[in-house]
């Protein structure tokens, strides 16, 4: 479990989450739906497990930790993940969604602040990268206000649901790397 605030942690999904995570997204569809996409309308109970069951088998394999994040009375209030780089000096790989009525309170900065903190834990851990598309202002606000050095963009490394688009860099390397650690805005 992994503390990101006085009403907020990270706790990896368990399959009690189903049904609260299948609400989450049909709930939020208006925010997921232009940025997401795994997030489609109806989405169902099932597709929640398929997602959950997979992110414990990342976990066992090393690959990546995905968390649920909640609030004090334990409620999803969106996800957030770090997958492991597969090569010495290749980024790890930062993402966050939050369901759309708990948006604008600063979930998504504390969880990728706990995030950047479990992964720099790891001693072969020497940078993170956050994608956002381009026009997902929302996103790319989440990483500057983390302390995220903008690299530029590059086309085609996010790919939506209308296909490619210009996608934006985000790096942060390891405080000790660096003398500075991520800021918490």
């Not at 939020?28 to 597709?47: F, G």
């Amino acid at each position: 479990m992994t503390q990101t605030g006085t009403h907020l942690r990270l706790r990896p999904f368990t399959l009690n989450d189903i049904a609260a995570f299948t609400e989450a997204v049909n709930a939020s569809l208006d925010s997921l739906l232009p940025w997401m996409v795994w997030a489609h309308a109806n989405y169902q109970p099932h597709e929640a497990e398929s997602w959950i069951r997979f992110t414990h088998w990342q976990r066992l394999k090393g690959e990546a930790e995905e968390f649920a994040i909640v609030d004090q009375r334990d409620r999803i209030l969106g996800g957030a993940g770090i997958r492991f780089a597969r090569h010495p000096g290749d980024f790890s790989a930062l993402g966050y969604w939050v369901r759309s009525d708990a948006q604008r309170q600063g979930i998504a900065s504390r969880a990728v602040i706990a995030l950047l903190s479990l992964g720099f834990s790891r001693p072969e851990t020497r940078g993170i990268e956050i994608l956002a598309a381009e026009d997902n202002l929302a996103s790319r606000a989440v990483a500057e206000k983390c302390g995220g050095e903008f690299i530029g963009c590059r086309y085609g490394l996010i790919v939506l649901e209308s296909g490619p688009v210009n996608s934006a860099i985000y790096h942060f390397q390891r405080p000790d790397a660096t003398g500075s650690s991520p800021s918490t805005g």
